[in-house]
């Protein structure tokens, strides 16, 4: 479920990553950070969840 590949090229303004770079994505980009299952750590069963691929963003605007 994961996503991960190698730079081939940036551009003038990133600062962060090289070519060459091995890069990764994870299955999950954002939570809500403030339920229970954020606070322990479990954001993965948090339910504002917001995956990789195929989500929603609850207010429209990417993390």
Known sequence: HEIV???TEVGSRVQKYEVGD?????CLV????SC??????LENYCPRLI????A??????PP
């Open 5 to 7: 590949g190698v730079v």
């Open 22 to 26: 091995k890069v990764g994505v994870g």
């Open 30 to 33: 954002g939570s809500c950070q």
């Open 36 to 41: 229970d299952k954020c606070a322990n750590n």
């Open 51 to 54: 995956l990789t691929y195929g």
């Open 56 to 61: 929603e963003y609850h207010d429209g605007i």
